[in-house]
Structures are given as C-alpha cells and as structure tokens.
C-alpha cells in the first residue's frame, strides 16, 4: 500500500530525554523523526508524541518539542500505547488508518503499539531510521518481526515523498525548498 498524507499521521513513541542517552542510535532517531515531523506538519499531517513514565525517563527530548511545535503529546502507562482509552478514541476520531511509527525503545515499547495498531486494523509502517534501542540488535529484531507481523519498514525519504506524490505543485516546491535536501555527509552511490 502507498501512504497518502490525507490519511497518515506519524507516531513518534518515547523519545524521552532520560532514556536516550542509553540507546545506541538515539540522536539519530531523534534527527530522523524531527525532520519527517517537520514534513508532516508543512503538510498539515498530525503528529503525535507519547510519554512512558516521564517522572523517571524524563519528558520528550526538548528538540523535538521545539522543532515540532503542532504535536500532540500523550502520557501513558501501557507499553502499547494503543491500549490507552484515550490513545485509541482519539486515533478513531482522527480518521487516519496508516500509521507511520518510530522511536524507542524499539523493542518495547514501539513494536507493542505496533502490534497493537495492527490488531486494531491500521497500517503501520516502521520508519526504520528512527526507531532505536539501548542495543542495535533489539531494534533489528523489533523490525523483523513487525514485519512478519505485517507493517511495512520505510525509510523517511520513502514517506516524504510518498506523501508528495508528485513535483509539480506549490506543494511540493515549499517542502522541498525547506526540508527534503540531503541531512547528512553519507555518500551517494549509484548502481
């Protein structure tokens, strides 16, 4: 299935700032999700964050909170965050069935609201890049069997422009222009 930005909404779960410094790959799953966030919201798409136990993990890294200031925070206690009352009423009345999810720990915390999402009949996509745990290995088996589970792993470049479905539009020459240039010094390769 192809995401469509009338449809999606990005769930970054737990990217606290107590937490992160323990998790291999956290700054960049920070980074990743800030600048998919800031896509969204250029393209009025909701993005919302969650909390696990933020007396003792810390609130969300203050980045993302600065960098996405349209977001919807929510507390939880469940893992899954989708077991949250609350959580799930909202994601009803919100309209949007695909799901692009991320954060940490991926293994806990993101894989149990994805499995739940699924077993409520979402579509959940893994954003890969932006979903880490205190060990790399965790975060790749959380992916895996997400993926058996049936979400799709995209990467954010996949969503953007997934989202944009085209370039020739105001749309697309604003959120280019803004976000979609290269975030880091990897290397182009062509094959």
Known sequence: M??????????????QAGLLPVIEGGSRAVEEAIWLGRVAEALAIPVWLTEQYPE??????????????????????????????????????????QIVLCGSEAHICVMQTGLGLLEAGYEVYWLSEASASRRAE??????????????????????????????D???????????????????????
Not at 2 to 15: A, G, P
Not at 139 to 165: H, N, P, Q
Not at 169 to 191: G, I, N, T
């Open 2 to 15: 192809r995401l469509k930005s009338e449809t999606s909404l990005l769930l970054i779960v737990d990217l």
């Open 56 to 97: 003792g993990l810390g609130g969300s890294e203050p980045r993302l909170l600065e960098a996405l200031p349209s977001h919807r925070l929510w507390r939880k206690v469940h893992f899954n965050a989708h077991a949250e009352p609350d959580f799930a009423d909202a994601l009803v009345g919100s309209g949007k069935r």
């Open 138 to 167: 965790e975060a790749r088996f959380a992916r895996e069997r997400m993926v058996r589970a049936g979400a799709t792993a995209v990467t954010a470049d996949m969503v953007a422009y997934e989202w944009l479905e085209r370039c």
């Open 169 to 191: 539009d105001e749309r697309f020459r604003q959120v280019h222009k803004r976000f979609l240039k290269p975030r880091s010094a990897r290397p182009v390769r062509f094959f």
